[in-house]
């Protein structure tokens, strides 16, 4: 089969690979009609996440039509169209049995790369990295899906596929950072990063019933989504204004509620301080660059909630300890725990209450991925989400 | 011949396969190395301040190495061709310097480090002195006088693994490993009886059966295509609580229990083996298998992993880098194998 592979920092290649086959029986394969690229990838992409090597294929956003399933998947049958949820979970340990999915204790044999890292592991995550279990990924003509008697929901064919492909990760990615600012009447929220995650917690906030939500961004299209697409009430370019004082002014000195990081590892900001993390970064002194995180710190209210759903990779630098310590400020964090969300969120999408599809920008074919991810990585083209077609 | 071997040849300190029985040999070698630690001397310094000195002398060695490589090399009987090679190793020693001085009082691993480390120059030099366009005389020299600071690198690291207990007083390597499982002891005593089971989680471990008289006889594989096989026989067997075992002859003396602790509030159980053995391949051979993460202790730190797998999910968990599961040394790219 054709699959989206891995040679070296932005190099990507379609090659081709064995099909892939059941290996456990709770397993099943999935043929791919649908996968997009996330931003996330981008950090792989760029060389950023550890353990990635040569080969490997990406890919953790995809669904598809269940083409062979193991003797113990007894609630799929060959035919099902469903949606994969990015993170492996068993459904049995612990951490399932507590809904936190994307903690799952047995899906990723290679947890103890990710112990010397981290501490502790967590679950193993389709295409991302050796460290979060080597899985191939979803950005492939087909996928094996572990635990797949746990993971994947059935979709009714009246929906389109760009209709419920997010739920795979960003629509509930986005909408687990709403949750976690624990939202209440008249609540005032910022949400760093207007990409498709981004996006989608501003349109969580709104629908979880946030008075303001403030999106912050330096694209004019990303922005002008965020308006008009995901309902924010206010938008703030970085580049053109000090987003502090912005949002201190709106705020009438008090600072949002709740802070939602939705860049991640990658930040940007202009001026001396990201030459600074830039080159720190460059010699491995420290692995991200967490300037929207450290805005977002400095800018909640006392006693405020961080709601981080950006990405981190390993290690950062000048961490507002003080800021953070002295005014009872909460940090929520986590790769989302999708499983917990895929119904509730169907519903939403079947209610009307929200058609995911606003995200994207682009359709390509799978042969096309490595060009998508130099046009994503470039924002060439206003590019904010691609999808594939295998 | 495999790297172990190697080194236990390189090092001496005994080969692979010793007919008097690989416990007697641990015992052997650690019984030589504590008088020789205590004739030299050595002792009454005391194990941390020669920890100490090893780590500045690797320091120091280190810095030799990248800023003059050359005449190191000149030094050990080297044409003075491989100063890239010469300028890594010297890397390394720092490395092996720091990690002595970042490891408080005892830092065993640190100096077991450097014995991976000399074990290495002692390949090199082994390559050296094969090499004809070399000076006979000098790789003697440099050879004798990295075997003379492995001696005290060895007894060193061993004494203080002794004093961290993480070695026996009869120099058997101790370790204790556990995994919290979500199951009642009561189940998990049940599953660890029938020792049919092991082999499903026991990913190193080809066969074990009964040989009569409450004993099993143990293959397992071993780096090398080899196989290391014993006896083992049960020597206390508390229901639901914990079994212990000691082997009885064979390749590789191991003793240990594996106890079965219920959490608070329900929450499982957390398995834990408490195990001692003498490597076969030597102390040394044991600090380059960990450098290649194929040391008891991460096996049995696996196989635990393994056996949460196989309790919790009823399979062992893989993926495309690891479709052997948990314990696979080399990874695969992430792609399907077609196998």
């Known amino acids: 089969m054709r699959a989206n592979c891995f040679h070296g920092k932005r190099e990507m290649r379609i090659d081709n690979v064995p099909d892939p086959r059941i290996l456990n029986q709770r397993d099943a394969i999935v043929k791919v009609s649908s996968t997009a690229i996330c931003g996330s990838d981008l950090h792989l992409y760029n060389g950023l996440i550890p353990t ?62 990710a112990e010397k890292l981290m ?40 929906l389109a596929d760009e209709k419920v492909l997010f739920l795979s990760d960003i629509f509930p990615t986005g909408y687990m950072g709403a949750e976690m600012c624990d939202i209440k009447q008249g609540d005032t929220i910022a949400v760093w990063g207007c990409g498709p995650v981004g996006q989608f917690a501003i349109a969580s906030a709104k629908m979880l019933g946030a008075e303001r ?18 309902d924010a009430t206010d938008t703030l370019d970085y580049e053109e204004v000090n987003i502090h004082d912005s949002l201190m002014d709106m705020t009438g000195g008090v600072g949002p509620d709740a802070c939602i990081d939705a860049v991640g590892t990658e930040s940007h900001l202009p001026g001396p301080l990201y030459a600074y993390d830039r080159f720190k970064q460059a010699l491995m002194l420290e692995t991200d660059r967490p300037f929207a995180l450290r805005q977002a710190i400095m800018a909640c209210r006392n006693g405020g909630v961080v709601s981080v759903i950006g990405v981190y990779g390993g290690f950062i630098d000048k961490f507002p300890m003080g800021s953070f310590m002295n005014r009872s400020l909460t940090m929520k964090t986590g790769q989302c725990h999708v499983h917990r969300y895929m119904k509730p969120l169907l519903e939403r999408i079947q209610n009307g209450d929200i058609d995911p599809s606003f995200v994207i920008t682009h359709q390509m074919s799978l042969d096309e991925a490595p060009e998508g991810y130099k046009t994503f990585l470039n924002k060439d083209d206003d590019c904010i989400k691609i999808v594939l077609k295998p | 011949m495999d790297v172990t071997e190697l080194v236990q040849k390189a090092v001496g300190l005994q080969g692979s396969r010793p007919s008097q029985g690989p416990g007697q040999v641990g015992k052997l070698v650690n019984r030589q190395s504590r008088q020789l630690w205590e004739q030299s001397g050595l002792k009454d310094i005391g194990a941390e301040k020669v920890a100490r000195g090893l780590g500045w002398f690797s320091i120091g060695l280190g810095i030799a190495e990248l800023l003059a490589p050359r005449a190191v090399a000149r030094l050990c009987g080297g044409t003075g061709r491989h100063t890239g090679l010469i300028r890594l190793y010297g890397l390394r020693e720092i490395a092996a310097g720091l990690m002595i001085f970042s490891q408080g009082r005892k830092p065993a691993a640190g100096v077991w480090a450097r014995v991976a480390g000399d074990a290495l120059d002692l390949t090199t030099l082994g390559a050296a002195f094969i090499d004809p366009r070399t000076n006979k005389a000098g790789v003697l020299f440099g050879t004798a006088n990295v075997l003379a600071v492995t001696a005290v690198d060895v007894m060193c690291a061993q004494e203080l693994s002794r004093e961290k207990g993480a070695m026996t ?44 008289a409450g004993r099993t006889h143990w293959v397992t594989r071993a780096p090398g295509g080899r196989t290391v096989e014993w006896d083992s026989e049960i020597t206390e067997d508390r229901e639901n609580e914990l079994i212990a075992w000691r082997s009885v002859g064979g390749d590789v003396y191991n003793a240990g229990s594996v106890e079965f602790e219920p959490r608070p509030g329900g929450r499982g159980t957390i398995v834990r083996i408490d195990m001692e053995y003498y490597p076969p391949g030597g102390v040394a051979g044991t600090a380059v298998a960990m450098l290649f993460n194929q040391a008891p202790e991460q096996q049995v730190q696996d196989d635990l992993r393994r056996l949460k797998q196989l309790i919790e999910t009823g399979e062992i968990v893989r993926s495309d880098a690891s479709p052997e599961g948990t314990g696979q040394v080399r990874q695969r790219p992430a792609q399907p194998s077609g196998e």
């Open chain 1, 52 to 113: 990635c090597e040569h080969g490997d294929v990406f890919g953790h956003e995809f669904m598809g039509e269940v083409v062979e399933i193991g003797r113990e998947v007894k609630n799929l049958s060959v035919g099902d169209r469903v949606v994969v949820p990015f993170p492996i979970a068993c459904g049995n340990c612990a951490a399932c049995g507590a809904e936190a999915y994307s903690l799952c204790e047995n899906s990723n044999p290679n947890a103890w790369m």
């Open chain 1, 213 to 230: 939500v403030i999106g912050i961004d330096r694209f004019p299209e990303r922005l002008r989504m965020a308006r008009e697409k995901a």
């Open chain 1, 119 to 158: 501490g502790h592991s967590p679950a193993g995550v389709f295409g991302y990295s050796h460290m979060l279990g080597g899985y191939a990924g979803g950005q492939a003509e087909y996928a094996r899906v572990p635990f797949a008697d746990v993971g994947p929901i059935k979709v009714p064919n009246d």
């Open chain 2, 169 to 212: 007083e009869e120099g058997a390597i101790r370790f204790r490993r556990s995994v919290a499982i979500n199951k009642s002891a009561e189940e998990l005593y049940r599953f660890w009886h029938d020792f049919q089971n092991f082999p499903r989680f026991m990913l190193h471990l080809q066969s074990v059966t009964e040989t009569g």
